[in-house]
């Protein structure tokens, strides 16, 4: 399973805006191969094939690689580390703080985290309407809320006054966008490509109303 989970990866990376060095790669096959080992009793993903994983998972997080702004990223609703991980991976001088409510996932975290040695995240396992911080966060990102309404209003008291919402979302965000003019702003509506995945993806990015 390694030699082509990291040639569809070295292959599909090669199509990105950015490098990633061998080690980097080395850690997203390792983290592709704990995800599928787990995934058998944990239920992480319903993604079973390790090559789909690649592009469904791992690319399609690292395609916002270099739209987010360069400070420390809250990831709501991470899973089993989407996109949290492959980001952490690739951006190793910047901070992910990963937060879930299972505690199965989170447990699947602090493994990841301690095999490939990720000193720039950190693991919160609670209910992001019960998350609390003193500082708010100035980004705060998400690949799998519901919708965009439900993610402003379970994150809005987590963002500082400069923060911005970043909502990775596929077809049908137009009308998403509708049902939260009230609430925040559009900053931006970025179409993504990613590398082998046919279907359309889009970076939102919101500017709530305090």
């Known amino acids: 399973m390694g030699d082509a989970v990291a040639l569809r990866l ?5 199509q990105l805006d950015f490098t990633l060095t061998n080690a980097q790669q080395a850690d997203l096959v390792a983290y592709i191969e704990l995800i599928s080992h787990w ?3 944990y239920n992480l993903t319903a993604v079973r094939d390790p090559l789909a994983m690649v592009t469904r998972h791992v690319v399609d997080s690292l395609a ?6 360069p400070v420390t990223v809250l990831d709501v609703g991470t899973g089993p580390g989407l996109p949290g991980i492959p980001l952490a991976v690739a951006l190793p001088e910047q901070k992910f703080h990963l937060l879930d409510s ?5 447990r699947f975290l602090f493994q990841v985290k301690n095999q490939l040695s990720l000193s720039n995240i950190e693991i919160k396992e609670t209910r992001v309407e019960s998350f609390d911080v003193e500082q708010g966060y100035d980004c705060i990102v998400s690949r799998a809320f519901a919708s965009l309404r439900s993610m402003v209003k379970s994150c809005h008291h987590l963002l500082s006054e400069r923060g911005r919402l970043f909502a ?4 049908g965000v ?9 609430l925040a702003d559009l900053v931006a509506l970025r179409e993504i490509k990613v590398p082998g995945l046919q279907e ?4 939102v990015e919101l500017a709530v109303r305090h």
């Open 64 to 69: 916002i690689a270099t739209l987010l702004p």
């Open 168 to 171: 990775m979302k596929s077809a």
């Open 102 to 106: 299972n505690g199965k996932k989170t």
């Open 200 to 203: 359309t993806r889009y970076l």
């Open 174 to 182: 137009h009308a998403e966008l509708s049902e939260v003019a009230d």
């Open 10 to 14: 070295e292959h599909e990376l090669g």
């Open 39 to 41: 995934n058998r009793a």
